[in-house]
Every structure is written in structure tokens, then in C-alpha cells.
């Protein structure tokens, strides 16, 4: 299972790359799992339904119907932001699209736990501290296409032991 | 989707009860949730997964490995504790199956959220006060055998607006 | 620390009870913690206060100003219900004063997590269960004043290694 | 209250700069709230004590000795890193000083929830980027000494309508 993360209000080239790697992820046999809301999340759904794959939200409130339409299994969860934290322990790998501080968040959130990030677009961070303070299996990287962003985090997710 | 709540440590004949359980809301189309790991949880997604059913697994630490092999999405929280609030927060009502402390407190949270909740064996609570306190879809009904637990739990799920 | 759990929606006897424990808390050098809304809560936490102990309020949502008036510390969590975990988490021992659905739920996480828990009034569980189910300091004690509910509280509190 | 972020694992100037802070906050009267643990958090505990302030620990686990010794009130969570939420809707401002992956989680989480931060040494992050996705009172300052950071954070802190 990989996690796609980026913001609910996304430009049209975010969305277009979302639907793209997550298109790319069904069609590796991978299950999505987002935070289940609009703009990247939908769009990454939206490319793996498209696909024949499955998808899981994790939502921040209690209403399943706050899911977006391409959401195989909503998970409302009630914890607000603090969801933030399940949505990057659920997945081998984390691929983050554009962003907003939900999606830097995560992105420092699934490094902690030791798990490979791909960013597509969006947050840089300083590449030195990253590789100094990275532990475990964590690394951060840029990719250019969703290509490269799915063949990177499956990379990851591949790897004996990764979770 | 419907939640199954019961204890990791449980004995033949809740594990029983649980596989029968899986079985039957799988045969009816809905998904399983449940917390993920040994017992009722294992026995009630084996009765899922060989029915055909699906399965998800919201488990209280950051190891997917720890879910049990009859669960088809773990979702992994590091929440602790807390995880079972996300799980009965996860189902359209919720089954009680046996149970130990964690299945009351589950019992608990999903009445406080407005759930319909059927017990099979395990925790009783005060009728009266239970009826007195319950809001919205809330509710508490004991079942006498599996197929009258899942009766019930999709009775609640399938009126509209449950979520 | 002590843990205070009570609803939201209380009777003026259960604000009573509640009252007198908080005082009680005080006058043993006890820190009150508490899900610092109304009710029970604003009880306890107001009889703490005029007796000059300190107060700390774990709220489900993001706005402090949803503590009552006499919280020292509030805490907004924005965890919805799954912050009953961080209530009992947070105290050596849990005096539960009447008692709703959110009641019910932070005596079956303390119990779960092995801290003793004192009821005055509201619920009343199996006792062969509660006392089969049992590990570590886990003990459910029924008190019939709040004298007796703080004593019987203290008493675990201050076992070493009680935390 | 304010809340102060920063690594377990420390270097000597890190601790100092966070010793002063605290130091700072306390003789401002302000109440410090951390993640409970070592380095930056040990150290800006220490110095808020030593003025005579007070402390809260929000912990990731659930043994509350876990926490520094300057720690008035260990909350335990037992969430993990889930709780890194739990410290940044607690403070009214935040104050970030060096810094790991949970400390960018915070500085990210708060600003999300539309909190001021100031940081101090450690993470920058694209100063455009993080103006345009700003709402509410988010907003991230870089302090270049402990009473510059203490004063920022106090300045968002006392606005009002601030939490």
C-alpha cells in the first residue's frame, strides 16, 4: 500500500500528475491509500479507480460521505489533523504531490517513522539536513514525472522489511 | 462497512461466533473493520476473507505485520489505545463480539457517536440508562446467534443517513 | 495526578459529588485532570480550584475557549473522542462521578490500561467479568461517598510504580 | 501558554538557546508546553523552572516517567507521533528551535491550524510558498536570538482571538 499526499485545493497540473501516479499505482497491483478529501486525493483516486485499483481514505472528521466519490473504503476517523499521522503510517512508501502544510506535515511525519518520500513537485527541503538526520529506511526524493515518482516509492515498498 | 469488536485473547467459541459473523456480512456485500489482530478480529476476517468478503484491519501500532493474515488493508495508526475509537468511527454500526476491556470502551465510543451497536455475548449494560442516554441513531440490541447479529447490524447501516 | 470523567449534561447531584471530589483532590496535593467541559468536569474542576489545586482540561476540539472557567491548563487536542484515551492516560487513577457513553468509554480504556478506576453513582458493570479481565494494577471500586472515592483513588496513585 | 518543539537529540547550542527561551517565557508568565523528552525539550523546561514557571509534557507514550524532570504535568498520550498534534494546538504560538523531522511535523501541523511560529535555528522552508498558503493568523518568523523568538510568540499569543 502507498501513500499519495498533497492538498485539498490543487491547481490543474497537480491534479493532472495525481491522476497519473495514481493510475500508475493501480496498474502496479498497489492499494491507494489518501486522506480522502478533494483536489491531489481525488485525483490520485480518481486515476486509480479509473485503473481497476483500490482505494482507502482517512478522513480528519466522522462523516464517511466528506470522502471523495473515487473512495473504495472511507475511513472517518474524527482525529482532525492528527489523522494526518495514520494516513503516512499506512503506506510502505509516500508519494507527495504539490502541498500545502497538511502535505509538509506529512512529509515530516512518514520521514520520522522511517519511510521513503517522493516528492513530485511542491516542498523542497534542504537536502544535507534530510540525509543527516535520516534514519531507517527514510530518504527523500525529487522526482520528475509520476513515472520516476511511482518507480521511486515502489522501490521502497519492495524492499524486505520496509513497514 | 460494518465494525467487529472483540478481545485479541478470546475463547472457541467466540472465535466461532466471530467466523460465522465475517462470514455472513461478507456474503451480504459489506465490508469488514476491525482492529486488526488476533481472536475475534482474526476469526471474524477469515469468515470474510472465505466468504469472498474484504477485509481492514485499524491496529494500534506502526508494524503492518501485525495484522493478522486475514486482513486485506492494515492500517496502521500508532495510536495506542486510542485506535479503537477510529475503529467503530470506521463502521456504519458496529458487532460486539465477547469482549474484554477494549471491546467495552468500543461499545462505548460508538454509542457516544450515534451508532446502532448489537452485542453477541459479552458485555450487558443497564437497559434503561442506555435507552435514557442514547441519541441520534444510537442504540443497543442483543443478538442470540450470528445471523441475527448481522440482521440487525445492517438494518441500522442501510437506513439512510446512517454514517 | 487524578483523572476526573463525567458528563457534559449532569444532575445537580452528580455536580455535587463532583464538587466535593475536586475539593477533596486539592487538599491532597492532587492535580486534577479532566476533559475540561461542562458538567461533571467544571465541578470537579471549580471544587479543585477554590480549594487551590491546579486543574489541566483535555478538550476534543481546537479551541481553548471551550475549557470552563476553572481550567488552569487547557489542552485542545481537535482528537474528537478518541481524547478520552488521553484523559485516563494522563491520570494514576480514574474517579468516574454518574456518567454517560464518554464516561463508559474512559473507565473501559483505564481498566484496559491497568489503572484503577473509582465509580461514585452511574455505571455498574459485571464484577466476576471486571475482576476475570483484570491485568496489572486494574481494579473497578465502587465508592460510596467521595471521601471514600478519593482515598480509594490516592491509594492507587501512590503504589510505586503506579504509572 | 506557548508551545516549544525541538529534538530529543540535541546539540549544546540548541539546549542553550532552548534553556533561555523557557527562561524567557516563564518570566513573561507564560505556562510552556513540549513534547515531555529530552534536549530541546529538557532544556527549555529546565529554564522555564528555573524561573518558576510551569511545564506540561505532552508524551508520545504512556509512562508518564518517561518525561524530564522539569516537567510539572506529564500528559501521556500513547499516541506516538500522533501527539506532535497535540502539542501544537495546545500552544497559542510556537517556538521551534533546531530540529528533526517531528519538530518540521509541528511547525507544519501549526501552521496548518493557523498558529504562529517562530523558528530558531533549525528548518527553513520557501518563504512564498509558505505567505501564500498562509490563513487565518499563520504565519513563520525567524527569530535570531531566544528574546527576539519569545517576543514574536508572545506578540501572536496576546492578540485576540489568537487560539
Redesign the interface.
Given at each position: 500500500?502507498i501513500a499519495v499526499c498533497g492538498p485539498h485545493e490543487a491547481d490543474q497540473d497537480e491534479r493532472r500528475l495525481a491522476e497519473a501516479v495514481g493510475r500508475l499505482l493501480a496498474e502496479a497491483g498497489e492499494?491507494l491509500?489518501c486522506g480522502g478529501r478533494g483536489g491531489v486525493m481525488a485525483a490520485a483516486s480518481r486515476g486509480a479507480k479509473l485503473a481497476g485499483g483500490?482505494t482507502?481514505g482517512?478522513l480528519p472528521g466522522?462523516?464517511?460521505?466528506a470522502a471523495n466519490e473515487w473512495t473504495d473504503?472511507?475511513?472517518?476517523?474524527?482525529?482532525?489533523?492528527?489523522r494526518?499521522?495514520?494516513v503516512v503510517?499506512?503506506g510502505?512508501a509516500v508519494i507527495a504531490i504539490g502541498g500545502?502544510?497538511?502535505t509538509?506535515?506529512e512529509?515530516?511525519?512518514a520521514?520520522?517513522?522511517g519511510k521513503r518520500v517522493v516528492t513530485l513537485g511542491g516542498?523542497?527541503?534542504?537536502p544535507q539536513?534530510v540525509t543527516r538526520?535520516s534514519r531507517g529506511g527514510?530518504a527523500l526524493l525529487v522526482a520528475r514525472d509520476p513515472a520516476e515518482a511511482v518507480r521511486l516509492a515502489l522501490g521502497a515498498a519492495r524492499q524486505p522489511g520496509h513497514?
Open positions: 500500500m492499494t491509500v483500490t482507502i482517512i466522522y462523516d464517511p460521505a473504503h472511507p475511513i472517518p476517523t474524527g482525529l482532525g489533523e492528527a494526518n499521522a495514520v503510517a499506512s510502505a500545502g502544510f497538511g509538509l506535515s512529509i515530516a511525519l520521514l520520522k517513522l516542498w523542497t527541503l534542504d539536513r538526520l527514510a513497514g
